[in-house]
């Protein structure tokens, strides 16, 4: 095993691959990275490809990598994807209900406010309301998604069940 890294400001990938006690020898194992450009990665000194960043998130069973890094370093997605937080799927439910509820009594008005195709100067604050509410459960969403695919990796959910039907149900 490898010595302890005492360097206060760590990156996401370095903080995971220790908190899952792997040297940069056992995570170049897992990951198919050489233990050198992991180094280089987590001291910054080089940016990961998307590739190193699915084979960190599989290997280290941690898909959250993969939100981390479109939402924090790839060009396009700092522009369009939101970073998404884990949380208990409970919080998450909880969060999806009261969007949608709070959606219902928007419906009625997004009609009112689209159904000529036109967006009049006194309907835009309340359009903007709405997109943010809908945004809202767009993030939700993939916050259910990213909790799922964790459950998968880390096995808490049959994968191969999961798969077939997901299959079936389409």
């Known amino acids: 095993m490898g ?3 005492t360097k206060e400001d760590k990156t996401i990938y370095q903080l995971i691959r220790e908190k899952l006690g792997y040297s940069r020898e056992k995570a170049a194992e897992i990951t198919d990275i050489e233990p050198f450009r992991i180094e280089r990665i987590e001291n910054e000194k080089m940016p990961p490809s998307p590739w190193d960043i699915c084979a960190m998130a599989t290997g280290y069973q941690d898909p959250t990598l993969c939100n981390h890094y479109c939402a924090n370093e790839c060009p396009i997605g700092m522009k369009y994807v939101p970073e998404i937080t884990v949380k208990d799927l409970s919080q998450v439910v ?6 949608l509820n709070s959606m219902k ?5 997004l009609i009112e406010i689209t159904a000529d195709g036109v967006i009049e100067n006194d309907e835009l604050e309340d359009f903007i309301l709405i997109q943010k509410e809908l945004e809202r459960i767009s993030i939700t969403v993939e916050t259910l998604q ?3 695919e964790k459950m ?3 096995g808490k959910i049959n994968i191969e069940h999961y798969k077939v039907l ?5």
Do not use: D, F, G
Request: positive net charge; aromatic residues 4%; without cysteine.
């Open 94 to 99: 909880l969060e999806m209900i009261a969007s």
């Open 166 to 170: 997901k299959e079936t149900l389409k």
């Open 152 to 154: 998968l990796a880390t």
């Open 105 to 109: 009594k928007s419906q009625e008005r």
């Open 146 to 148: 990213l909790w799922t």
């Open 3 to 5: 010595r302890i890294s």
